[in-house]
């Protein structure tokens, strides 16, 4: 059929004055019958259409506010029907799959259909006109339609059917997610007591901050219709495409880069197993990486929730153990000596544990002379301790009152600073300089220590899986699929792709493993160069960009569910530095925030790097590139032999 326009179309369409004079539902079903009017096409909702590039930040945003709206009258329904439980009703609460379906089964009947009539009526009052100033008004959601569904509740209630956690679940998730203690006591020996508790409280603040900016952007952005499920999905819907594609690929690459850490951890930990038959270091990194890829082929998470509470309680055993050890016995001082730019000979005759208020002298340092790069290196490591917020996204995703999650993060936050700083100063003051940041195998005596090594290469194994499974899925969907147009990894091509790309990921992370033996100095690269931005930095910028641009919005301005437009007066730098200003007192405290977790993570980046440098220099680790040498070997016999702490 010819697009060139005919005489007879010189005068208005007949859809198009059906669509001027048309009422409310009219235009509903118009918008949803592609044969009705061509110009109005139906939006595709839900997963699929939360990286559509045409729904602009007013349509996300007055879509939230309908989502919220409608989450705070289930909650209220919820709480009316547990209120008079008492104190076991409420328990029993907490281990129901679905604790408001299991509300409703046992709700009033007329409250109820009160409740669904609510979801289920299109129309409540809904204003016509553009958004800004509807937005007050309460919309219930309108879910994709058909020619043989009413859709609107039945839909909202399957796009939400899996949104089920409560803020006790929002705890568990996090505290297991950012929960890692072993490094805290490393802090202290490169800080101090004073530095190390001061910055402790000040980066578990700082890291609680970064939460409730994640959240509040959340709950601005997410809805049934344009969920958003990971980190990236908030940078598209403030910044664009491009911005998700960067933060993607970081993303990607310190997934890596955990896996190369912790593939570093478990070579250290074989190899020190390994110390009685001589176990070559390279020998002891191909059984981690072989053990490593055996796990990481399987592609679903589903088969390992009992390996993963049995890593919880693996933790806590050597929590305990490592407290006990700290306690009783004078530490194996092979791990840090030879790990770090201590004095080697202290491996062999072992200089008295030394702790110190201010900042350790440069010859109590592992890891760099310069004083002011080693606090740097002390900060680096509690920011890799503190990293998780990455996930927050994901969390929040899951719960079916977002608005609940302050409260789960804030408890995990202080059970998480307050387990660092006990174990952290309890430790460092047992051991002082002898602290490893794989602190498991600074453990005596040796019955001990085997006993932590082989939960800790359990619970590393089932990291790396982790690691392994989300990053390089996360590679693939994100930066291949994506960027690259690869074959989605559901597709028999993709699942092909995704066996020929796994051999290659590890390839590379057993490269990184041999070529950077040194642990310590390796984890803080990462936690100044990566977990600090994604921590703070990330966290500060994405909630600055929402301030700004819904402060930027003028009178008459939104997004008119009806239609389907979006009304903008102007655009631009104009714009932009209304929004800031109008929020300045939110933006401008924020700004100064994530400038500081800029500069805080270019210094520590610096440090980091000082510290590779001399790690891998002349006097610093004993373990070289590429060496079939076991460090633990060397000195367990010329510890043998002088009658020493060391082995």
């Not at 109820?112 to 299109?122: Q, R």
């Not at 089920?164 to 006591?185: E, K, N, P, R, S």
């Not at 066996?499 to 590890?506: A, D, K, M, N, Q």
């Not at 500081?596 to 440098?613: E, N, R």
């Amino acid at each position: 059929m010819s697009i060139i326009a005919k005489p007879a179309a010189i005068s208005a369409p007949t859809e198009q004055q059906r669509e001027f004079h048309a009422d409310k539902s009219e235009l509903r079903r118009m918008s949803a019958d592609a044969t009705a009017h061509p110009g109005l096409p139906e939006r595709q909702w839900g997963f699929a259409a939360r990286l559509d590039p045409s729904v602009t930040f007013e349509e996300f945003t007055y879509w939230a506010k309908v989502e919220r709206e409608l989450e705070d009258i289930e909650y209220k329904q919820y709480r009316a029907t547990t209120t008079h439980r008492g104190f076991m009703g409420t328990f029993k609460g907490y281990f129901t799959s679905n604790a408001y379906e299991d509300t409703k089964a046992h709700a009033d009947p007329s409250a109820l259909a009160s409740h669904d009539k609510v979801l289920e009526h299109t129309d409540i009052t809904e204003k016509a006109g553009t958004g800004s100033d509807s937005d007050d008004a309460f919309v219930a959601p309108i879910g994709p339609q058909s020619a043989n569904s009413d859709l609107n509740a039945d839909w909202r209630k399957a796009s939400r059917a899996l949104r089920t956690a409560g803020w006790g679940t929002v705890f568990y998730l996090i505290t297991t997610d950012i929960l890692g203690w072993g490094q805290c006591a490393y802090v202290f020996a490169n800080t101090g007591y004073g530095y190390g508790f001061g910055i402790f409280v000040l980066m578990g603040i700082a890291a609680f901050l970064s939460g409730i900016y994640i959240w509040q952007t959340f709950l601005k952005l997410d809805s049934s219709r344009y969920p958003m499920v990971t980190f990236g999905d908030a940078f598209f819907r403030l910044f664009g495409k491009q911005t998700r594609n960067f933060i993607n690929v970081l993303q990607s690459l310190q997934m890596f880069l955990s896996v190369a850490i912790v593939l570093i951890g478990q070579t250290l930990i074989i190899a020190q197993l390994g110390v009685s038959s001589n176990l070559c270091y390279v020998v002891a990194t191909v059984i981690a990486l072989v053990v490593s890829m055996a796990s990481g082929y399987m592609r679903s998470l589903k088969h390992l929730g009992w390996f993963c509470n049995a890593a919880v309680w693996f933790n806590v055993v050597s929590f305990i153990l490592c407290c006990i050890s700290a306690g009783l016995y004078f530490p194996n001082a092979v791990a840090q000596v030879y790990n770090s730019i201590l004095p080697k000979e202290w491996a062999v005759h072992p200089v008295p544990v030394a702790t110190f208020v201010g900042t350790p002298p440069a010859l109590y340092q592992p890891t760099s002379t310069n004083l002011f790069a080693a606090k740097f290196n002390g900060i680096n490591s509690m920011v890799y301790a503190y990293s998780g917020a990455i996930l927050f996204v994901a969390f929040l995703s899951e719960m079916r009152h977002p608005w609940d999650f302050w409260k789960g993060m804030l408890c995990a936050q202080l059970f998480i600073s307050v387990s660092y700083i006990f174990f952290g100063g309890f430790v460092y003051s047992q051991w002082g300089q002898y602290a490893f940041s794989n602190i498991n195998q600074s453990v005596a005596p040796l019955g001990l220590q085997i006993v932590v090594n082989v939960l800790s290469l359990l619970t590393g194994w089932l990291a790396i899986f982790l690691y392994f499974n989300v990053g390089m899925k996360t590679v693939y969907i994100e930066v291949f699929q994506e960027i690259f147009k690869l074959p989605a990894i559901t597709t028999p091509k993709g699942r092909k792709l995704w066996w020929g790309l796994g051999p290659i990921y590890w390839i590379l992370a057993f490269i990184v493993c041999l070529s950077i033996p040194a642990f310590s100095a390796f984890v803080n690269f990462v936690g100044g160069l990566l977990s600090l931005n994604f921590t703070y930095s990330f966290s500060g910028i994405m909630y600055v960009a929402y301030l700004t641009q819904d402060g930027a919005r003028l009178e008459g301005e939104g997004f008119d569910p009806i239609t389907g437009v979006t009304t903008r007066h102007d655009g631009g730098i104009k714009r932009l530095m209304r929004g800031y200003f109008k929020n300045a007192k939110l933006t401008i405290p924020v700004t100064i925030y994530f400038l500081a977790g800029l500069a805080a993570s270019g210094m520590g980046t610096w440090a980091a790097t000082l510290g590779l440098i001399a790690a891998l220099g002349p006097g610093g680790i004993v373990a070289t590139s590429w060496n079939c040498t076991n460090p633990f070997y060397v000195t367990a016999q010329a510890v043998a032999a002088a009658g020493g702490h060391g082995s």
